[in-house]
């Protein structure tokens, strides 16, 4: 996505003969707020690393979805993030500390930052398949979808069963690159590997999607 995802693409239909039908205002009200909610499902990213539930003052989403309206000024998530980023000046290979920033940011939606902290993390834990994948949601959000499919396929050779990377790479390969293949043979992997997966009703359903939109 530029940086948000889009919607699975639909087939036209032809046109129906006669008159068109009148909606009425509930109908009208009732597709959109369907429409909404597969956006919304589509949109949205597994993470991986645990939220940065040691600054008390930062939201901490299990996930992030397309659109966050009042973000956090600069100023404030530096007064915010100063102790972590004590620790970080006071020890720099401080692994944990880095990590934690990481996920401070990326819970504040502030990608840059995220990955700048998930980067040196990285640097010293390069086999750490949840900081990479989440570095790759970063890289998402921040439109560089080629960065997030090079982050997932990396965690894959050292984790291949992991299920939030198989997800997210879905997802990026169809809303990224418009790779409906590519996407199924992401989530077919996850299920197959993960059977009793919590989220299997909405994969298959994604699926379906996908495979409707190559038709």
């Not at 909606?23 to 993470?47: K, N």
């Not at 003052?57 to 100023?75: I, Y």
């Amino acid at each position: 996505m530029n940086r948000r995802d889009g919607q699975t693409v639909r087939q036209s239909q032809p046109a129906p003969l006669g008159p068109a039908p009148t909606w009425t205002s509930r109908e009208a009200y009732l597709l959109a707020l369907v429409c909404l909610i597969v956006g919304l499902i589509v949109g949205y990213l597994f993470r991986s690393t645990a939220p940065a539930t040691s600054v008390t003052s930062a939201t901490s989403p299990s996930g992030v979805s397309a659109g966050k309206s009042t973000p956090t000024s600069p100023q404030a998530l530096a007064q915010l993030a100063a102790p972590l980023l004590a620790a970080v000046k006071a020890d720099p290979r401080n692994v944990e500390a880095l990590i934690r920033l990481g996920n401070f940011y990326f819970d504040n939606q502030a990608w840059a930052e995220a990955i700048e902290y998930y980067s040196r993390a990285l640097e010293l834990r390069p086999e750490d398949v949840n900081v990479r994948t989440d570095r790759g949601t970063a890289y998402w959000y921040s439109g560089f979808p080629d960065k997030a499919v090079e982050d997932y396929e990396r965690s894959l050779t050292y984790q291949p069963d992991h299920a939030n990377t198989l997800f997210n790479l879905g997802v990026v390969r169809l809303h990224g690159f418009g790779d409906a293949a590519g996407a199924v043979a992401a989530w077919n992997k996850l299920l197959e590997l993960h059977p009793q997966h919590p989220q299997r009703t909405r994969i298959e359903t994604l699926i379906a999607q996908a495979r409707s939109s190559e038709r």
